[in-house]
């Protein structure tokens, strides 16, 4: 049974930073990718960042590029989000997830629980 298992959400001022860790255990069969998305109160889910797990290959949602780094430990088998700079509106609970290499949730196959994220003003 695969599991990913969020960890380093909590809350911080503006303009400070926070560093997710996804772990996963168990095979992933037809995954070639491990990404983040969030959804904040009242909203979608939104792409966050995804990574490409053998090439490292990486892409970024337009609202975090710049602020925020994806990154992987293959030996591991975690994906650790390096989140700066924070503003309020990243505000949300985190989610990890393994799929295909692509931006929309659909292509992700496994889910964590999620992480809260808090950025106070």
């Known amino acids: 049974q695969v599991q990913l298992v969020e960890s380093g959400g909590g809350l911080v001022q503006a303009g400070g930073s926070l560093r997710l860790s996804c772990a996963a255990s168990?095979?992933?069969?037809?995954?070639?990718?491990m990404g983040w998305f969030r959804q904040g109160p009242g909203k979608e889910r939104e792409f966050v960042a995804v990574?490409?797990?053998?090439?490292?290959?990486?892409n970024y949602g337009d609202s975090v590029k710049g602020r925020f780094t994806i990154s992987r430990d293959n030996a591991k088998n975690t994906v650790y989000l390096q989140m700066n700079s924070l503003k309020p509106e990243d505000t949300a609970v985190y989610y990890c997830?393994?799929?295909?290499?692509?931006?929309?949730?659909?292509?992700?196959?496994?889910w964590g629980q999620g992480t809260q994220v808090t950025v106070s003003s």
């Open positions: 168990g095979r992933t069969p037809n995954s070639n990718a």
């Open positions: 997830a393994a799929g295909t290499y692509a931006t929309i949730p659909r292509a992700f196959t496994y």
């Open positions: 990574i490409s797990m053998i090439v490292g290959f990486t």
